[in-house]
């Protein structure tokens, strides 16, 4: 997969081409992507995913809360394994918004060489959203591209859709989070120093420096995985303040106690993929009760990988 940050840098022919935020890329994406990879493929093509960076809800501020589900280089490496050939990120500009239909597929067709675009059948681009499925046929017969419409996937008779994701994500739902994505939900970051206070308990934990523009489950503890240089270990992650600490800050922060693991991961990136929701996070009169909740957890946690594996 060859993944590009500029239409400049992009000289194709003949492609088959779908455009979409794809922030996530749930099981609603993956159908179109899919499809247009075998498309494309049965017709000697290259199949060809335009996406952007930031998003357009960001830009136009509609959105200003940390919502992304991926980052973009997260989003053209899935797209890349469920068979996009070419991911192109464009920088999302005002100047970009204010671009009609015309404008920006022929600019497209130019760089792209598109011959097929394939959309969700409400799709629509440009200012106004005036490139909606009609108009961009008739600019197909004019421009030499035919375009195709994939009826959008289905859960529990709802669609999918990266916002229902987020009021899953927000709302600890990860059984609904993971349906409707088709795999567990994840998180990567850095892992930096903490207060030392899992050593001084006993439980050591791992401490991620996080995008911080990424969507966060809500605060509570759950059962994960994570994986280091290659290696998954089964692990518990909490997600909060720490109430039980006094500290400065109330920023969230995401700390994770790899099961059966004694190495230290200091400056290393890790993911961190949450599995299911064990309680919400509280604060407990003493260290003691705490270590006590904590060993519970981790039992429960061995427990519930221990059925996921067998």
């Known amino acids: 997969m060859r993944h590009y940050w500029s239409l400049d840098d992009v000289h194709l022919q003949d492609s088959w081409l779908t455009i979409g935020t794809f922030d996530g890329v749930h099981r609603g994406h993956q159908e179109i992507v899919r499809s247009l990879a075998a498309g494309a493929h049965a017709d000697g093509a290259q199949a060809v995913v335009l996406t952007f960076y930031p998003h357009p809800a960001i830009v136009l501020q509609k959105r200003q809360d940390p919502f992304y589900l991926t980052n973009p280089e997260e989003r053209a490496e899935i797209l890349g394994e469920i068979g996009a050939d070419v991911v192109i990120t464009l920088p999302f500009t005002p100047q970009m918004a204010s671009q009609n239909a015309r404008q920006f597929i022929s600019t497209l067709k130019r760089h792209t060489g598109m011959v097929h675009l394939m ?38 008779s709802e669609v999918v859709s990266s916002s229902r994701i987020r009021r899953a994500l927000a709302n600890g739902d990860l059984d609904q989070v993971n349906r409707l994505l088709g795999r567990p939900y994840f998180v990567s970051g850095q892992v930096v120093p903490g207060d030392g206070r899992g050593h001084e308990i006993g439980i050591p934990t791992a401490n991620l420096s996080l995008w911080m523009e990424r969507a966060l489950p809500k605060s509570g503890v759950y059962v994960s995985q994570s994986t280091v240089n290659g290696q998954t270990y089964g692990a518990v992650t909490n997600v909060g303040i720490r109430p039980t600490f006094k500290s400065q800050s109330n920023a969230t922060q995401v700390e994770t106690h790899l099961l059966n693991f004694k190495e230290s991961i200091y400056g290393q990136e890790i993911k961190v993929y949450f599995l299911t929701r064990l309680r919400d996070e509280k604060r407990f009169p003493n260290i003691q009760a705490l270590v006590a909740q904590i060993n519970q957890d981790i039992s429960q946690a061995e427990g519930i990988l221990s059925a996921t594996e067998s």
């Open 119 to 156: 959309v969700g059948p409400d799709f629509a681009l440009g200012r106004d959203r005036g490139g909606n499925i009609h108009t961009l046929d008739e600019l197909g017969n004019e421009l030499n591209y035919s375009v195709s419409t994939i009826h959008p996937v289905e859960v529990e």
